[in-house]
């Protein structure tokens, strides 16, 4: 049900550092206790449930135990690191690019205001925080054509469901970029709250930081950044996961109920965490 902390780090450390830099190690032990609890948690009700059956005897010949070889640790260190490349230049790459180009399309956006005129306006005028003014009117330009783009459409068509969670589009579009591979989830984030390369990831995070709504309401906050956290924790496994447990099996049926529960069991988590956290704080 959780994700491996190789493939979800990313997410947490991004994460984490934008919005707990006080209590990091904290805060990531206590989203792994988290999980591990709820896992727990979950195989007991289906015990009781769905696999309420008599037990039978489980028995596995072990091999005998050696000390590993260089040449052996060598040989799986290659191995793991070239699955992992393969996968990123695979499923990863085509799905950025993929999120790119939805973000990308349509070219022609009709602004609500000529955010061109404007800049050369200031540029015109002899201001200390020039700079400043444009680059606040190039970003309010990029988020306003990002939300008529495909992928902005696609995420306020989701929003809706998300909105309790305290989620808007752009997580939405985040989370949903996931399926494909949860390291896409941080690619995808990049693409959408308009990083600079050049900046490193410290951009990003000042990005996600200051962002705000339409209302002048930061969208992201250290309650909505856990919620966030906890879903990622908790929802739909990359397809790959998907496509071994259907293969293991031997139906899709197991695949199927695997996507619906955990990616219910992600929302109703979330949906208390933020509900009962705005509450109280």
């Known amino acids: 049900m959780c994700c491996d902390i190789q493939v979800t780090l990313p997410v947490y450390v991004l994460i984490i550092t934008a919005f707990f830099p006080n209590h990091p190690g904290s805060v990531l032990f206590s989203i792994y206790i988290f999980g591990i609890l709820t896992a727990g948690l979950v195989a007991i009700v289906f015990k009781k449930t769905i696999f309420k059956s ?11 135990y050696r000390v590993p ?7 799986h260190m290659w191995s793991k690191g070239a699955q992992y490349l ?9 799905a950025s690019i993929l999120v790119w180009a939805l973000g990308y399309y349509p070219v022609n956006v009709n602004y609500s205001k000529n955010y061109d005129s404007e800049i050369t306006k200031i540029e015109n005028q002899h201001l200390k925080n020039k700079t ?28 809706p469901a998300m909105r309790p969670l305290g989620f808007d589009w752009k997580m939405s579009v985040s989370i949903l970029s996931g399926v494909a591979a949860k390291e896409i989830v941080v690619s995808t984030i990049g693409v959408l709250y308009n990083a600079n390369d050049d900046k490193n990831s410290t951009n990003l995070i000042s990005r996600l930081q200051s962002e705000k709504d339409e209302n002048g309401n930061l969208r992201f906050t250290p309650l909505i950044a856990y919620s966030f956290l906890i ?9 790959a996961s998907i496509a071994a447990i259907s293969k293991e099996s031997g139906s899709w049926k197991w695949a199927l109920f695997t996507i619906f ?4 069991l992600a929302w109703f988590t979330s949906l208390l965490i933020y509900q009962i956290g705005s509450i109280i704080i």
């Open 261 to 264: 529960y955990t990616t219910f």
């Open 132 to 159: 400043e003014l444009i680059d606040n009117l190039l970003i309010e330009k990029n988020s306003e054509k990002q939300s008529h783009s495909y992928i902005g459409r696609i995420g306020k068509f989701i929003e």
């Open 231 to 239: 879903f990622i924790l908790l929802y739909f496994p990359c397809l």
């Open 86 to 94: 393969h996968k990123m230049g695979g499923i990863i790459l085509v």
């Open 54 to 64: 008599k037990e039978t005897p489980f028995v596995m010949e072990l091999p005998p």
């Open 69 to 75: 070889t260089l040449i052996n640790t060598t040989r």
